[in-house]
């Protein structure tokens, strides 16, 4: 920020206006100072703007919780935070003229978890302002089903059984950033088979994992038209490895988990069939009705972000297709029948 001014530009004195002219100084280079294109990222980018912005005062960090090992979403390897909703968490950040903070947090698939609580827990302790990734589910949303909970583990956590419980605050939830869609992944070897609906699994044994959204759809896709040819699975097994080795013919199973498994596994020949499931949850960021004038900003970002091409951007880098949102961005909750229709064709 500070210099003399004369062989290069003294940031304290930059009009506050000129974000564009900051940009263009700093991709194209100028006088002594070279082009850093390509060597910042444009979410760096926004943080230095927002730094120069701030006259270099430090500001309240932004705490936003991410899921911890959810990659392509969010992940951390050596200290280092990666994923979709990492760097889109920093972009917001950087707009707010705000320094990121992230509260990293375990998902639990134990049958006695509330993931939906646990968020909630997390936000009413005051340990975040925002939760990336939240799945925008009527149900979820609103008044919380219980007044109190235990935070699920998260850096810093005492042992479970020493967290108090927290009371819990009504939610609301940002505009939808991507939606997470169900896809059909099939075996090595059917390459050449086209699948256009649910029904081209008939001929095909299909893995899925019980008590599964997908499991449930499968089931009850035609009144059980496909039921003598599903395989099931284990919560803990993992259906794209024993698809790959031939196990069984093709799986249903949420996009963004195969964009994982091809980051871990670079020489697969799995790939998506293009067919996605006309059921999609849209997924925001989720905060305590208390503060809707943050979420309302986020909102005015995220438009922007959208407008700009940036969220998909945003998604590519990190590894992740993007799957634009589409209504109702808040899904109503899900019967039986509603399954049935989901799964149609």
């Known amino acids: 920020m500070v210099n003399s001014g004369v062989a290069t530009y003294d940031l304290r004195r930059f009009p506050l206006d000129q974000r564009e002219r900051f940009e263009h100084s700093v991709t194209s280079g100028k006088g002594n100072m070279p082009s850093f294109k390509g060597a910042l990222s444009e979410t760096e980018i926004d943080g230095l703007w927002a730094y120069v912005r701030t006259r270099g005062i430090a500001q309240e960090p932004l705490a936003v919780c991410v899921a911890e090992g959810n990659a392509p979403y969010a992940a951390r390897s050596k200290g280092v935070a990666s994923g979709f909703d990492v760097a889109l968490a920093g972009a917001i950040a950087a707009r707010l003229q705000r320094p990121l903070k992230l509260m990293w947090y375990e998902i639990e698939i134990e049958k006695e978890s509330s993931p939906t609580l646990e968020v909630n827990a997390l936000l009413s302790a005051g340990l975040c302002e925002l939760a990336a990734g939240y799945v925008l589910y009527e149900p979820a949303l609103g008044a919380p089903a219980a007044p109190t909970a235990r935070t699920p583990d998260h850096d ?7 967290r108090p ?6 939610l609301i939830a940002s505009e939808p950033y991507q939606a997470s869609a169900l896809t059909v992944v099939l075996r090595p070897g059917l390459e ?3 699948v256009g609906s649910l029904a081209d699994l008939q001929a095909l044994r299909t893995g899925t994992v019980s008590a599964s959204l997908a499991g449930a759809i499968l089931m009850s896709y035609r009144d059980g038209a496909l039921q003598n040819k599903l395989v099931s699975l284990g919560w803990r097994d993992d259906p794209l490895a024993q698809l790959e080795a031939g196990k069984f013919d093709a799986a249903l199973i949420e996009l963004n988990r195969l964009d994982a498994y091809r980051m871990r596994n670079a020489g697969t020949r799995l790939a998506a069939t293009g067919y996605l499931l006309p059921l999609r949850f849209n997924l925001g960021f989720a905060a ?3 503060r809707r ?6 909102n005015a970002i995220l438009r922007e972000l959208q407008a700009q091409g940036r969220l998909s951007a945003i998604a590519r880098d990190a590894g992740l297709t993007h799957v634009p949102a589409r209504a109702p961005f808040i899904q109503p909750e899900i019967t039986l029948q509603g399954l049935r229709e989901a799964a149609g064709d």
């Open 293 to 298: 004038e943050l979420v309302d900003s986020v």
């Open 288 to 290: 305590l009705e208390s």
């Open 165 to 170: 419980w927290i009371k819990l605050g009504p």
């Open 192 to 194: 050449g088979v086209s």
């Open 156 to 162: 810093g956590a005492k042992p479970k059984r020493q």
